[in-house]
């Protein structure tokens, strides 16, 4: 059998992933797991799908060569503009796949979670596109530092809900939301926002996102005469983004894979999303994989300055890269993602989001050679995190 990084049959990479779900789940993600594949090979979907992705969403993004960043660091580098999609980042790729999957499976109310607000905005949008009722879990914490997000959201027709329990942030807007699949699992969908969850979550959300390598591969050929680059390189949260671009890569190991985590003010400082370095193996939200725990298995509070890295777990299809070194990880801190997102907007008259800006700190970490192809999956946009930029620069 051929090598491949990809998940087998079981829902599995390597050693991580599968659906460790309680009993009262089980329906809901079994009905999932049985038709997706199915309903994703129908032409019909994918003609509306791409027909989405094209007119809404506003797809192909650009390869775009970085001119004077690549002068700066005497290599090639392309920067995949998922932050020119409507609602500014890659994560409407997955929400518009998932209301189509909805749709098919004969459900007419959506549910999801957010931390900072960016999932919760990018479902809210596809409902409203759809006219499909939304209510959105979050944090009551998050709810108050997230109010331009959260007002987002009610313009666009969804019921924000506040999850009053525990640290009142991302996971415990998940077990609300979670609660709510079980006690409405015939007309009820829930849409994941990252390549984690149960199977056939992680698999399903890194297909949709697959759009962004098989534009890459499109886009290089026509650009450099060649579909490889030499690197690839994506921030990981979760990890999505960093799966639709490693995707059709995967099992072609002449491209080498990179993956930037939050090292947050330090990996060693105790504040900080260095999931793989810092992980053990154990389960959170229904798969098996790397995430940040005490030594007795509790689940530690990650930290990183942006709002979208600061998960404790990573999914299990990066566990396996990390585990197999397929994937470099490095991890990048507050400060140097700050500097590198100064510079992007500097150099290249880009302002990125400070998630992406993560990805952006590699070329001050690692040399690569005057003739490497290093293709940056420029993630999302930074207009929602002016506030940040503006205490962080003092601008
Ligand atoms: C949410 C988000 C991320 C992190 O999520 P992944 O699932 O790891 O991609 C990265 N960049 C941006 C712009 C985001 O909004």
Same mark, same amino acid.
């Given at each position: 059998?051929?090598?491949?990084?990809?998940?087998?049959?079981?829902?599995?990479?390597?050693?991580?992933?599968?659906?460790?779900?309680?009993?009262?789940?089980?329906?809901?993600?079994?009905?999932?797991?049985?038709?997706?594949?199915?309903?994703?090979?129908?032409?019909?979907?994918?003609?509306?799908?791409?027909?989405?992705?094209?007119?809404?969403?506003?797809?192909?993004?650009?390869?775009?060569?970085?001119?004077?960043?690549?002068?700066?660091?005497?290599?090639?580098?392309?920067?995949?503009?998922?932050?020119?999609?409507?609602?500014?980042?890659?994560?409407?790729?997955?929400?518009?796949?998932?209301?189509?999957?909805?749709?098919?499976?004969?459900?007419?109310?959506?549910?999801?979670?957010?931390?900072?607000?960016?999932?919760?905005?990018?479902?809210?949008?596809?409902?409203?596109?759809?006219?499909?009722?939304?209510?959105?879990?979050?944090?009551?914490?998050?709810?108050?530092?997230?109010?331009?997000?959260?007002?987002?959201?009610?313009?666009?027709?969804?019921?924000?809900?506040?999850?009053?329990?525990?640290?009142?942030?991302?996971?415990?807007?998940?077990?609300?939301?979670?609660?709510?699949?079980?006690?409405?699992?015939?007309?009820?969908?829930?849409?994941?926002?990252?390549?984690?969850?149960?199977?056939?979550?992680?698999?399903?959300?890194?297909?949709?996102?697959?759009?962004?390598?098989?534009?890459?591969?499109?886009?290089?050929?026509?650009?450099?005469?060649?579909?490889?680059?030499?690197?690839?390189?994506?921030?990981?949260?979760?990890?999505?983004?960093?799966?639709?671009?490693?995707?059709?890569?995967?099992?072609?190991?002449?491209?080498?894979?990179?993956?930037? /985590?939050?090292?947050?003010?330090?990996? +060693?400082?105790?504040?900080? &999303?260095?999931?793989?370095?810092?992980?053990? =193996? @154990? $389960? !959170?939200?229904?798969?098996?994989?790397?995430?940040?725990?005490?030594?007795?298995?509790?689940?530690?509070?990650?930290?990183?300055?942006?709002?979208?890295?600061?998960?404790?777990?990573?999914?299990?299809?990066?566990?396996?890269?990390?585990?197999?070194?397929?994937? /470099?990880?490095?991890?990048?801190?507050? +400060?140097?993602?700050?500097? &590198?997102?100064?510079?992007?907007?500097?150099? =290249? @008259? $880009? !302002?990125?989001?400070?998630?992406?800006?993560?990805?952006?700190?590699?070329?001050?970490?690692?040399?690569?050679?005057?003739?490497?192809?290093?293709?940056?999956?420029?993630?999302?946009?930074?207009?929602?995190?002016?506030?940040?930029?503006?205490?962080?620069?003092?601008?």
């Amino acid at each position: 059998m051929k090598k491949t990084f990809n998940i087998n049959e079981k829902g599995y990479y390597g050693e991580f992933g599968g659906a460790y779900i309680p009993e009262m789940l089980y329906p809901n993600v079994e009905e999932l797991r049985q038709n997706y594949l199915k309903i994703m090979a129908d032409a019909s979907f994918q003609e509306e799908f791409h027909a989405l992705l094209k007119d809404y969403v506003g797809r192909p993004s650009p390869l775009y060569f970085a001119k004077r960043l690549s002068e700066k660091y005497n290599t090639k580098i392309y920067l995949k503009r998922e932050d020119l999609n409507h609602t500014g980042a890659h994560k409407v790729n997955n929400t518009i796949g998932q209301i189509l999957m909805a749709q098919r499976l004969g459900k007419t109310r959506v549910i999801a979670e957010t931390g900072a607000g960016q999932h919760g905005v990018a479902t809210a949008t596809v409902c409203a596109l759809m006219g499909i009722e939304c209510i959105v879990y979050m944090g009551e914490i998050d709810i108050a530092r997230q109010a331009p997000n959260v007002a987002r959201m009610k313009m666009l027709g969804a019921k924000v809900v506040p999850a009053t329990s525990g640290s009142k942030t991302l996971k415990d807007a998940t077990n609300e939301a979670i609660r709510d699949w079980i006690n409405n699992p015939v007309d009820t969908h829930y849409i994941i926002g990252s390549v984690v969850g149960p199977h056939p979550y992680p698999d399903m959300v890194a297909r949709f996102q697959a759009v962004v390598s098989e534009e890459i591969k499109k886009q290089l050929l026509e650009k450099e005469g060649t579909e490889n680059p030499n690197y690839l390189i994506a921030c990981v949260g979760g990890g999505s983004n960093a799966a639709g671009t490693y995707y059709h890569y995967l099992d072609n190991e002449d491209v080498k894979i990179i993956a930037v /985590e939050a090292a947050g003010k330090g990996v +060693d400082s105790g504040e900080s &999303a260095a999931t793989s370095v810092l992980g053990k =193996e @154990g $389960i !959170i939200h229904g798969s098996k994989t790397l995430l940040m725990q005490t030594k007795d298995g509790q689940i530690t509070e990650p930290y990183s300055i942006s709002a979208g890295l600061d998960y404790p777990g990573v999914g299990p299809m990066h566990a396996h890269l990390y585990k197999t070194k397929r994937a /470099e990880f490095i991890a990048i801190t507050d +400060d140097g993602a700050m500097k &590198a997102g100064m510079q992007l907007s500097k150099l =290249e @008259g $880009i !302002i990125p989001a400070i998630e992406t800006s993560h990805a952006l700190a590699i070329f001050e970490h690692k040399t690569f050679e005057p003739n490497d192809i290093v293709v940056v999956n420029l993630s999302g946009r930074g207009d929602k995190d002016l506030q940040n930029y503006i205490e962080y620069f003092n601008l």
